[in-house]
């Protein structure tokens, strides 16, 4: 496992970048941690326009992207960002893939 995985997720709202629709989504349920669908939810408007304003870091074959951790800074990373992973293809809300790619989103 590549990441702290996500076990179930809640969709929040669609993208668009270069011209794809990405869906956008927010974890409820990782190997380290639970929260509420409401408390996710809380999320859904910041990380959404996160994502919108994110630039060139949404690789190409990108599906679907779901916020892993609420904003934060890190040692490793002092911006304000979500930690997302980036899906190849939508996935079940209740089957999540461990295959995703790890990424920082920039909170503006």
């Not at 179930?8 to 639970?34: F, N």
């Not at 809300?93 to 503006?108: E, N």
Request: glycine share 6%; with cysteine.
């Amino acid at each position: 496992m590549s990441y702290n995985h996500i076990f179930k997720k809640i969709r929040v709202g669609t993208v668009v970048k270069d011209g794809k629709g990405i869906v956008v989504s927010v974890a409820t349920s990782t190997s380290h941690w639970q929260r509420t669908d409401e408390m996710a939810r809380q999320q859904a408007a910041p990380f959404l326009a996160a994502v919108d304003d994110f630039k060139g870091g949404i690789e190409q074959g990108t599906s679907e992207i779901c916020a892993r951790e609420s904003q934060h800074v890190s040692p490793a990373d002092k911006r304000n960002h979500f930690t997302a992973v980036q899906l190849a293809e939508v996935a079940p809300d209740d089957k999540v893939p461990s295959d995703g790619k790890s990424t920082h989103v920039p909170v503006k």
